[in-house]
């Protein structure tokens, strides 16, 4: 790659990553929990398969792994305090 095309995506990367994270902001905490660990999981399964040698299929495992994760672990915590505070 030229240094040419490096350079403006060193600003532009940095300023995906705010603008995609400010999507987050409406989002209910079942949709929060199951997108983060789709992320995280996408996120180790590449790099672990970058090991292998299968950068894609790792990060595609990992991210349905991630997705179930984050999907079990929202369905283990109470969901008392979900809707607010109660009004008596």
């Known amino acids: 790659m030229s240094t040419t095309f490096l ?4 600003l532009a990367l940095p300023l995906l ?4 994270l400010g999507a987050c902001a409406n989002m209910n905490p079942t949709t929060r929990n199951v997108v983060g ?7 180790l399964g590449g790099v672990i398969g970058s090991f292998t040698g299968d950068a894609g299929f790792g990060a595609l495992l990992g991210a349905g792994a991630g997705a179930a994760g984050g999907y079990l672990y929202d369905q283990s ?12």
């Open 7 to 10: 350079r403006p995506a060193r």
């Open 77 to 88: 915590q109470p969901h008392q305090n979900r809707r607010g505070p109660r009004r008596y």
């Open 17 to 20: 990553a705010a603008l995609s």
């Open 37 to 43: 660990g789709t992320a995280g999981g996408a996120a």
